[in-house]
């Protein structure tokens, strides 16, 4: 995708409005596989700057279609957050069946702490 240098708004001129409306497309296909689970591309930019995407990289390091970082970091919180939860999870069925006074009060407390992530999950959307 050629950048044009035109300094004027995209409504003025079709080519530009053609540019911006491709650069809007090609984001939302990167958004669009990078939620249904494609392996990401992962590549160093002409800044040196990590970059993820989809399709071919040009000679400057950037994807036909990118993903942003920060929606590639947020993923792999949320997978790390699962699988703590998970872990929690499997400590506390361990716990339970050693029915304990100790135990049976760490179960009482991990189950707490399950409810309030759960509503901290769903506070957070
Ligand atoms: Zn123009």
Redesign the pocket.
């Known amino acids: 995708m050629e950048k ?1 240098n ?3 708004a ?1 409504s ?6 053609q ?1 911006g409306q491709w650069k809007v497309e090609a984001k939302l296909e990167g958004i669009r596989r990078f939620l249904s689970d494609e392996r990401l591309g992962v590549s160093t930019d002409i800044s040196e700057s990590v970059s993820y995407g989809y399709g071919d990289l040009n000679d400057n390091g950037f994807w036909e279609f990118p993903v942003p970082e920060r929606l590639v970091q947020q993923r792999a919180k949320l997978r790390a957050a699962e699988e703590m939860a998970k872990l929690l999870q499997t400590v506390k069925k361990e716990l339970a069946e050693m029915d304990t006074p100790w135990s049976n009060r760490l179960v009482k407390l991990i189950a707490s702490e399950q409810v309030a992530w759960e509503k901290a999950g769903k506070g957070g959307k």
Do not use: F
């Not at 003025?12 to 409005?17: F, Q, S």
């Open positions: 044009l035109h300094d004027h995209y003025n001129c079709p080519a530009c409005e540019v």
